[in-house]
């Protein structure tokens, strides 16, 4: 029992981050709902794509957090400020990109939008999600630093109030208060911005703290920039940014597909989206956690312990997903109310389409959650080529072209939520195969 709770010690901070991030998604989601419907059609497609741009350029930066648990493991705390450092450098490089991408996203949403009034809507939620990706890039490389260093619990407060600011802020902006004016649906999109920045700065500071601390204890000191480590990062942790592109790539075209089945349809599978991350959202937590146990037992050169510390990762995920799953399950009908339209009939569909997608969704949850732990795993020991690798062959030649034979030959919602299901049992096979071969203890990161 003790190893588990050493795990759980290291975890709970994380998967409960995921799980504030997964409530502040779904307050705006829940926020917007009542604002129009076509507000919260809008917000899920707009927001999969934004997290599409920004999604390579945060998991390459928070890949450095790989390098710090290795470092750390090998006792090399020089080496670990010097990893933040090269994180900082590489957010500060990513936020000033991500501004060229937005003529291209307005494009993109041009072409996918089901009509005038939600294209835009989706255009004013877009926009400010983009131009603040600075402040996500620099809140990860912090987070990546703590969480290397196993010190998870300041990332999680700091990362609460943010979501609590957002969650305050969302009405006020959203359906304005005082001399504030309504802003619908850019409203939520500034609280989400406006709270990473104060997230971002937080971090820093406490990063700045803990390099003093370090330094008081005698710490060895390494120079304040190591074009190495940048380059380090760049090589395993752009497979690993890849692996997210192609992964919410793949997750946007299946959203925006759906987006043809009629109104109500695309309403209830946008909020059972939102419940199924609120689900989810802490099996992220849990791979951060996989990933960082393994690299520091790596760092150790400690093959056996990275093994155990992943399979009791695994144990603690799964019983996790079947308590929350079952949760969801009960209480569907309370759930899908935070969601459903005033309209009376469009309400009845609403919840009757809604719990048919929460049993589907049921049916793949175990093995996503397996996919997202062992995945992490992989990563944190450097395995990077073939989680991206693995995720292009499944998406790309798997899940998408069985999307569109279904959406040409049957296109209701449940059976488009099925082909998942197909999807995330072959890709976590895969992935337990990988792991069970062996080869992530032949590469060397440090």
């Known amino acids: 029992m003790k190893p588990y709770l050493e795990i759980l010690k290291l975890v709970w901070p994380l998967a409960l981050g995921m799980i504030n991030n997964a409530v502040m998604q779904f307050a705006d989601r829940a926020y917007l709902a009542h604002d129009s419907m076509a507000s919260l059609e809008a917000v899920l497609p707009a927001g999969m794509l934004a997290w599409v741009f920004m999604g390579f350029f945060?998991?390459?930066?928070?890949?450095?957090?790989?390098?710090?648990?290795?470092?750390h493991g090998a006792k090399d705390f020089g080496m670990c400020r010097a990893c933040y450092r090269a994180?900082?450098?590489?957010?500060l490089v990513a936020g000033v990109l991500m501004l060229s991408m937005f003529l291209l996203g307005d494009w993109i949403l041009g072409l996918t939008a089901p009509s005038a009034e939600v294209l835009a809507l989706e255009r004013t939620y877009f926009?400010?999600?983009?131009?603040?990706?600075?402040?996500?890039?620099?809140?990860?490389?912090?987070?990546?630093?703590?969480?290397?260093?196993?010190l998870t619990r300041i990332v999680f407060w700091v990362n609460l109030?943010?979501?609590?600011?957002?969650?305050?802020?969302?009405?006020?902006?959203?359906?304005?208060?005082?001399?504030?004016?309504?802003?619908?649906?850019?409203?939520?999109?500034?609280?989400?911005?406006?709270?990473?920045?104060?997230?971002?700065?937080?971090l820093a500071v406490a990063v700045r703290r803990h390099f003093a601390h370090d330094k008081a204890v005698g710490c060895s000191v390494v120079g304040w920039f190591n074009g190495s480590i940048?380059?380090?990062?760049?090589?395993f942790g752009m497979p690993s940014g890849l692996y997210e592109l192609l992964n919410m790539i793949s997750f946007s075209v299946f959203v925006f597909v759906t987006g043809g089945v009629g109104d109500v349809a695309l309403a209830a599978s946008n909020a059972c989206f939102s419940v199924n991350y609120l689900v989810f959202a802490p099996m992220m937590g849990f791979a951060l956690g996989a990933q960082t146990l393994v690299g520091q037992a790596r760092g150790r050169g400690d093959n056996a312990a990275a093994s155990v510390a992943f399979w009791r990762t695994l144990a603690l995920a799964l019983g996790f997903v079947a308590l929350v799953g079952g949760l969801t399950l009960v209480f569907h009908r309370p759930i899908l109310s935070l969601f459903a339209p005033a309209d009376v009939a469009q309400s009845a569909e609403f919840h009757s389409l809604g719990v048919t997608l929460f049993w589907l969704m049921s049916g793949w949850m175990f093995f996503d959650a397996a996919d997202i732990v062992v995945s992490g795993a992989l990563k944190g020991a450097g395995d990077t080529r073939f989680v991206m690798v693995w995720?292009?062959?499944?998406?790309?030649?798997?899940?998408?072209?069985?999307?569109?034979?279904?959406?040409?030959?049957?296109?209701?919602?449940?059976?488009?939520?099925?082909?998942m299901i197909v999807y995330v049992v072959v890709i976590c096979i895969g992935s337990l195969v990988r792991w069970r071969r062996g080869k992530w203890k032949d590469i060397r990161l440090v």
């Open 87 to 91: 994180a900082v450098a590489l957010a």
């Open 127 to 150: 926009g400010p999600l983009i131009l603040g990706g600075i402040f996500v890039y620099g809140q990860m490389a912090a987070t990546a630093y703590f969480t290397g260093r196993g």
């Open 391 to 419: 995720m292009l062959v499944c998406s790309f030649v798997l899940w998408l072209p069985l999307v569109f034979v279904v959406r040409h030959f049957h296109n209701t919602m449940p059976a488009l939520w099925s082909t």
């Open 58 to 71: 945060q998991s390459v930066v928070g890949y450095a957090g790989v390098f710090v648990a290795q470092y």
């Open 230 to 235: 940048v380059a380090q990062i760049l090589r």
């Open 161 to 202: 109030f943010g979501n609590l600011l957002n969650i305050a802020l969302d009405p006020i902006l959203i359906f304005g208060w005082g001399f504030v004016p309504r802003m619908g649906i850019a409203g939520a999109a500034y609280a989400t911005v406006f709270s990473a920045a104060v997230q971002w700065v937080a």
